[in-house]
T-cell receptor, first 115, second 113 residues
């Protein structure tokens, strides 16, 4: 049972380079999320997708784009990486919220360093 | 808008002692509240959640939390700390029907032998 799978686990980028973080879930969840985690700041929502075909901005969307490719996959793209985007990125997914709070399942994270 | 404040970025307890991690919330509507745990180099895992049913919520690994509306609090407790409880703990809040979950800044729990 894979759950939420993120790739890559580690990445070092030079300033100005681009890259895409991949995320896939096998739990048939409607909702998917991208968070970044920085020391002392907890998890901050970058973008989320309530269902296939929809995406919405979270707290810190600047410098990022997302694609909800299908129900399983939700990718995060950095078009021109900046040192301020050095962080640990987490993808998460959850089922329907219609009948109460749905548990979010997290991937293992991607440690990104921009030099 | 919803937010949570976790009091204390680091908490140390002796093995066998009571664990108390504090969380206060702010919400314009009745909230849903969560506690997650993160072990080193791993993702977050749900410990427990409050969704307006019983105010005392029991979770995994012997943890529980009590929703107190009058105090806008949702503190996490465990009667007796184990070494394996050493981790970072996050309180989180959302509004019913909303997709966004807002996390606190986290509390690192150290358990001293």
């Amino acid at each position: 049972n894979a759950g939420v799978t993120q790739t890559p686990k580690f990445q070092v980028l030079k300033t100005g380079q681009s890259m895409t973080l991949q995320c896939a879930q096998d739990m048939n969840h409607n909702s998917m999320y991208w968070y970044r985690q920085d020391p002392g700041m907890g998890l901050r929502l970058i973008y989320y997708s309530a269902s296939e075909g929809t995406t919405d901005k979270g707290e810190v969307p600047n410098g990022y784009n997302v694609s909800r490719l299908n129900k399983r996959e939700f990718s995060l793209r950095l078009e021109s990486a900046a040192p301020s985007q050095t962080s640990v990125y987490f993808c998460a997914s959850s089922g329907s919220w219609g009948q109460g709070a749905a548990e979010a399942f997290f991937g293992q994270g991607t440690r990104l360093t921009v030099v | 808008a919803q937010s949570v404040t976790q009091l204390g970025s680091h908490v140390s307890v002796s093995e066998g002692a009571l664990v108390l991690l504090r969380c206060n919330y702010s919400s314009s509507v009745p909230p849903y509240l969560f506690w997650y745990v993160q072990y080193p180099n791993q993702g977050l895992q749900l410990l427990l959640k409050y969704t307006s049913a019983a105010t005392l919520v029991k979770g995994i690994n012997g943890f529980e939390a009590e929703f107190k509306k009058s105090e806008t609090s949702f503190h996490l407790t465990k009667p007796s700390a184990h070494m394996s409880d050493a981790a970072e703990y996050f309180c989180a809040v959302s509004a019913p029907g909303r997709q966004k979950v807002t996390f606190g800044t986290g509390t690192k729990l150290q358990v001293i032998p």
